[in-house]
């Protein structure tokens, strides 16, 4: 065998090693979680599943957004940021880890208020901030509720129907709460997210 033979068959066999090194990557990591939601088709269908909610199309789609806030304040890198077609903006964040779940909440607030004034520019009016969603996927339980779904917006609290109206809400997705009531397609994407297993076209699209 020839040296340029030898070297041929050498690079072929990094570049198996390192392409089954990507496939044994859980979707859970947060640059292959950040990598598959770039692609429009996947992060559409996977926010209609986690928020239970219709999107006509998206406009706009980019991982690991980065907005530098003031001179003396903290900025912050998103795992995917996203507008539709409406104009509604989305962070969807991957939170493997429960290490820093005590600040989870305090995180996504600050975040809402980060995307917020990205949102408006000088000058615009008030009127036409767009409404705002912060989805955390998270592969814990951060309330102990046992529910998929954790959704928080702001109501008045002498009258729980009344709300503020800012179109904004933060959500938090626990993928191993409580099934019940939600669709095979919802706990087969909350079981991908578990354990990697692909059970339908969605997945396996993935």
Same mark, same amino acid.
């Given at each position: 065998m020839t040296n340029i033979e030898t070297t041929a068959v050498v690079d072929?066999?990094?570049?198996?090693?390192?392409?089954?090194?990507?496939?044994? =990557?859980?979707?859970?990591?947060?640059?292959?979680? %950040?990598?598959?939601? /770039?692609?429009? @088709?996947?992060?559409? %269908? =996977?926010?209609?599943?986690?928020?239970?909610? #219709?999107? @006509?199309?998206?406009? *706009?789609? @980019?991982? /690991?957004?980065?907005? /530098?806030?003031?001179?003396?304040?903290?900025?912050?890198r998103l795992d995917v940021y996203i507008k539709d077609k409406l104009g509604n903006v989305f962070d969807l964040e991957m939170q493997a880890s429960d290490a820093d779940h005590e600040a989870l909440g305090k995180r996504t607030r600050y975040y809402q208020s980060i995307v917020d004034a990205d949102s408006l520019k000088k000058?615009?009016? *008030?009127?036409?901030?767009?409404?705002?969603?912060?989805?955390?996927?998270?592969? *814990? #339980?951060? *309330?102990?509720?046992?529910?998929?779904?954790? =959704?928080?917006?702001?109501?008045?609290?002498? #009258?729980?129907?009344? /709300?503020l109206g800012d179109l904004s809400s933060k959500v938090i997705i626990n993928t191993y709460g409580d099934r019940t009531g939600f669709s095979e397609e919802v706990c087969n994407f909350l079981d991908y997210i578990n354990t990697g297993e692909a059970k339908d076209n969605f997945t396996k699209q993935i």
């Amino acid at each position: 065998m020839t040296n340029i033979e030898t070297t041929a068959v050498v690079d072929a066999k990094k570049k198996e090693a390192a392409i089954s090194k990507w496939r044994q =990557t859980p979707f859970s990591n947060r640059f292959m979680f %950040r990598l598959v939601m /770039e692609k429009p @088709e996947i992060c559409k %269908r =996977t926010l209609e599943l986690l928020l239970g909610i #219709d999107i @006509e199309e998206l406009g *706009y789609v @980019e991982g /690991e957004k980065s907005f /530098e806030a003031l001179l003396s304040s903290k900025g912050i890198r998103l795992d995917v940021y996203i507008k539709d077609k409406l104009g509604n903006v989305f962070d969807l964040e991957m939170q493997a880890s429960d290490a820093d779940h005590e600040a989870l909440g305090k995180r996504t607030r600050y975040y809402q208020s980060i995307v917020d004034a990205d949102s408006l520019k000088k000058g615009v009016a *008030y009127a036409q901030l767009p409404k705002s969603i912060i989805l955390f996927v998270c592969m *814990y #339980d951060p *309330y102990g509720k046992h529910l998929v779904r954790y =959704t928080f917006s702001n109501i008045c609290h002498e #009258d729980k129907e009344l /709300e503020l109206g800012d179109l904004s809400s933060k959500v938090i997705i626990n993928t191993y709460g409580d099934r019940t009531g939600f669709s095979e397609e919802v706990c087969n994407f909350l079981d991908y997210i578990n354990t990697g297993e692909a059970k339908d076209n969605f997945t396996k699209q993935i």
